[in-house]
């Protein structure tokens, strides 16, 4: 029954959110409401389009010519405002690691649209999730092997087991499909809410 899990989440999620019907409005995924579940998946691409931004304050240029940069990306070009505010927020913020900023980002977005979830779990839970997701087709491309990529996303010393289960997410995440940009984010948010709620039944009813 457990390996019918995933599958069931991901036939769920796809099937709700893209269908706006009274039955898919009753359906819960590890407890939380449609609702809460989109605005969590729009949370985790707000938290990568702030990954975006750091990107460009970790250059070590000014904000001033990073601008330009993130207004001609394609991000940038569809909605400037917040592309604008996504870069100032994070040459203010001036955080250290990547990780954290994401953590941070998706935190707030989740406190902001008022997401129902376990927020103790929910930083190590995006880690592991969406983080992951974000970062490793990046990091892929540029020419890091799977075992680069883990040791590029631990910081420091970790136990042997840790980087073992991390392991398996990297190699996970690397063998998917760019491509399949959708159905990788519901895999994601799948994964996120299990792990923010494990004692949930995965799909059920009000």
Avoid: H
Avoid at 8 to 20: D, E, K, N
Avoid at 103 to 114: G, I, N, R, Y
């Amino acid at each position: 029954m457990n390996r019918l899990r995933p599958a069931l989440v991901a036939a769920t999620l796809l099937g709700t959110l893209l269908i706006a019907t009274n039955a898919s409005a009753e359906k819960r995924v590890y407890g939380q409401t449609m609702t809460a579940v989109s605005n969590t998946m729009n949370c985790a691409n707000e938290a990568s389009l702030a990954l975006g931004a750091y990107a460009l304050y970790q250059t070590g240029e000014g904000v001033d010519k990073a601008l330009p940069i993130a207004l001609n990306s394609a991000a940038g070009k569809a909605d400037p405002k917040n592309t604008e505010r996504r870069l100032r927020d994070v040459y203010t913020a001036k955080p250290k690691q990547p990780i954290d900023w994401g953590t941070e980002v998706f935190q707030q977005c989740l406190a902001m649209k008022v997401v129902p979830v376990d927020y103790s779990r929910s930083a190590n839970c995006y880690k592991l999730t969406f983080y992951l997701g974000a970062v490793v087709p990046l990091y892929k491309a540029q020419g890091l092997d799977n075992g680069q990529i883990v040791s590029a996303v631990v910081a420091g010393k970790a136990e042997q087991g840790f980087l073992d289960r991390m392991r398996k997410l990297v190699d996970a995440i690397a063998a998917r499909n760019p491509a399949d940009a959708r159905k990788n984010d519901v895999a994601d948010t799948g994964s996120f809410l299990q792990c923010v709620a494990p004692t949930q039944p995965a799909v059920s009813n009000r």
